[in-house]
């Protein structure tokens, strides 16, 4: 792996990581991951018959890290003691390949289109190759891990036995791929951002701060403000919870990797497996799926999500509760934690 | 009224209007407006007895027409025939005094904060001295609109006998408020805003069109983009929608305008009368009051309005439905208007 540009995505931050190497990996959209790597972390102990193993894809922004915080942990649903869990961050994260550590031609701007197809087929192979598997006990993840959990539930029916995307949707919506165009262009319209050839990531802080803000409005909830439910967090005001929080987490992260990441989110649709039927491609889907939107959602609202439940053979509608709204996928509330666990938990015991 | 700056701002585009002369008018932030202006209209005739007088104040960007064109008419709820309607152009707006037609040197960025006690001082001076009125039968608005009526119910309860505060709230959300930070932060993050001196309006059309396109993401709501019900409008794609009815719709008008307007929007808060205490502000009402949010409204969303509603001695909450979201407002749908008519209809028929 080339130096990585901003020191922002090292194990210091989150957590020790693996690389699984993809070699040249062809594209979707045509181009290839020279020399790609897919960064993943695992717990727990892969069973003699292989047939305890999780895998957790990230969302948007996210790596590895907050998404073991959130779903793993001894006494969980999702208990390491008894399950294999493999963290796959997505491609673009800045942990596996993306614009920040891939080496010049291919860097910042130059850095290939991903779509949610690739992390798949890119998770596929990791699954296979490294560690042998045939099924998946379950695929979960939040928003753009929602997407990739539904691409990996068209696209490899009968390896995943059980799915829960949460917070996201199959195929995104028109009104989210609007959203998704306001953070890019909140990002793109700094003079520093100079089309992807900035001389330092942290020189594009003023479209960085700005699309924290653009999160802010649409990524909680209007409760949320109104409870004042942020002073639970140290706060002592919306401002400096805006600051304090939404843009400190996205200051130190890396333009072209968030920017890459976007464009793939704004493009999440299993439908194209189906030349555009989105009812014969969830058709498809051979596991047991617990949809599981949050209720305050602005961007994946529970009736986006339910319209498609409904088209799932064997799936059940679960609404989670979150006054942080989207951003309840941050785990921040305890009984956020419970509700994941009681989900998952009477999902992992369904027989399937 | 010195020349105006800015062309939109014309008979020609609004229809015509007068000009009540507020001379030099005390804001409650401490400037003045010099020789300041009330634009307003007014249909139909006012009775002897002076007992069928409507007032109608004006949203954000919006202007008399738009208010006129949509909820007024005859055979109408507010039926020129019947009652005699006044509409008050909300100072800042361009048609009253306003940043684009106030001379030197209180123009453009110099123009003073104005609040929404302002605009209901100015508009009592209206109705009290042109036309000498002590009640007024009904008070309705949308959105800064809402706010505008809820001041006048709360300021003067006694001249308010009935009052439909529309997809507004009588003391802004902080999430509201951050909400219109995005929205102005958008035109000001435009070079060519210049700290409020453009050398011409139009020149600021990057910051316009930016925020024309959050307007796009939190103005409409997810249901219009998903249903493409902007295709009854005549629009081909989401793209041809919000460029060609979003964009296009705040492309011609003044920066500065928008930002006096959102300052104003952003603080509107009955409660600064009764020293922070809504409940005992809402209670002064003493008119009869129809809670009227937008289902859809994803900034004055129903919840918000209903805890208002809630508070207001002799009111009731009535849920408009839109597919339009806030925007609903502007009456593009004949069911929207036939919502309208119904409500006020009510209103107008119970006995205060």
Redesign the interface.
């Known amino acids: 792996m080339a130096s990585v540009f901003n020191d922002y995505y090292s194990h210091e931050n989150h957590g020790p990581f693996e690389l699984f190497d993809l070699g040249n990996f062809s594209l979707e959209e045509g181009g290839t991951l020279h020399d790609g790597k897919l960064a993943y972390t695992t717990q727990g102990t892969l069973s003699a018959q292989k047939d305890n193993a999780i895998l957790l894809p990230t969302w948007y922004s996210g790596t590895s890290k907050i998404m073991a915080d959130v779903h793993v942990g001894k006494g969980r649903a999702i208990d390491p003691d008894k399950y294999f869990v493999i963290i796959a961050n997505q491609l673009g994260n800045g942990l596996s390949s993306a614009p920040s550590n891939t080496p010049a031609p291919f860097n910042m701007a130059r850095f290939p289109h991903i779509r949610i197809g690739d992390d798949v087929r890119a998770q596929h192979k990791l699954v296979t190759e490294q560690f042998g598997l045939e099924r998946l006990e379950l695929v979960c993840g939040g928003s753009m891990g929602a997407q990739q959990t539904y691409e990996w539930a068209v696209r490899y029916p009968d390896m995943v036995k059980r799915a829960a995307p949460l917070a996201g949707t199959a195929k995104n919506?028109?009104?989210?791929?609007?959203?998704v165009?306001?953070l890019n262009?909140a990002i793109t319209?700094d003079?520093a951002w100079n089309n992807g050839w900035y001389t330092d990531s942290h020189a594009v802080q003023?479209g960085l701060r700005?699309q924290a803000?653009?999160w802010?409005?649409?990524g909680?909830?209007?409760?949320?403000?109104?409870q004042?439910a942020w002073r639970e967090l140290g706060f002592s005001s919306?401002e400096d919870f805006?600051v304090g929080f939404v843009e400190n987490y996205f200051l130190p992260m890396d333009p072209n990797n968030l920017l890459c990441m976007a464009w793939k989110w704004q493009r999440g649709d299993v439908s194209r497996h189906t030349g555009g039927d989105l009812k014969q491609a969830l058709e498809r889907i051979q596991a047991k799926v617990f949809v599981m939107p949050i209720d305050e959602d602005?961007?994946f609202?529970p009736?986006?999500c339910e319209a498609e439940q409904q088209l799932i053979p064997n799936s059940e509608f679960r609404v989670l509760h979150s006054v942080y709204g989207h951003l309840g996928l941050f785990g921040i509330e305890p009984d956020y934690l419970k509700q994941i666990d009681r989900h998952l938990g009477e999902l992992l015991a369904t027989p399937v």
Request: proline share 9%; charged share 30%.
């Open positions: 919506t028109p009104h989210d791929f609007l959203y165009e306001t262009e319209s003079p003023v700005r803000r653009l802010s409005v649409m909680f909830c209007t409760e949320l403000f109104k004042e919306t805006v602005m961007f609202p009736r986006d």
